[in-house]
């Protein structure tokens, strides 16, 4: 009775969570969906009532975390005023997604390119990545960042240092830091070494 009552309580969006938590810890390759009906506590039948199957759980994570950054881009301060500005805004937000959403940017930045699915997510990784290099090159055509290093080294050093987070950021719990900290550190940090000096 109480397997049943829970089979009808779970969601996708629970399911999901479930998921999202076992591919991170395996490895999406490493991942069954008898690993996923063990975790969920559910039966696979009642999995594949919400789902195909784990690739259609990875792209609805993924695209979760995607979807979240390209959000960013749309935003009226990652559209209007000077590139510098735009560019700041856009890596602050960037930050405050990756810690809102952990372990679905953590597993988007883990897919290596092995099915469809984690092909997709990178092909649009990069596009998301070319248009804040774009950003990156209208605030140095427009004179607010440093000549001196090439935009490309840039754009991938932002990125790392951004990215990085995933590794050692906990909301909870011994070491947690100020949510509003992380994002600011990361922007004094970067922009303090991108922007050109005056005078």
Do not use: C
């Not at 995607?66 to 000077?82: C, S, T």
């Amino acid at each position: 009775m109480v397997a049943a009552a829970k089979r009808d309580t779970y969601t996708p969006e629970t399911l999901l969570s479930v998921a999202v938590r076992v591919f991170n810890d395996r490895g999406y390759d490493g991942t069954s969906m008898e690993h996923l009906s063990k975790a969920a506590g559910i039966s696979k039948s009642s999995i594949y009532h919400h789902v195909s199957g784990k690739e259609e759980l990875l792209r609805r994570a993924v695209s979760r975390a995607l979807d979240g950054l390209f959000g960013i881009l749309g935003e009226e301060r990652a559209r209007e005023g000077r590139a510098v500005e735009r560019l700041e805004y856009v890596t602050r937000r960037t930050v405050e997604l990756l810690m809102a959403e952990l372990p679905y940017v953590t597993l988007l930045l883990r897919v290596r390119g092995n099915t469809d699915t984690e092909r997709w997510a990178m092909e649009r990784r990069r596009d998301f990545d070319h248009q804040v290099a774009e950003l990156l090159k209208a605030a140095v055509a427009e004179g607010d960042l440093r000549t001196d290093v090439e935009i490309r080294l840039a754009t991938r050093l932002l990125f790392g240092m951004i990215n990085s987070v995933v590794e050692w950021y906990r909301p909870e719990g011994r070491g947690a830091v100020d949510n509003q900290e992380v994002s600011d550190a990361v922007v004094r940090l970067a922009f303090d070494g991108l922007r050109r000096q005056r005078g």
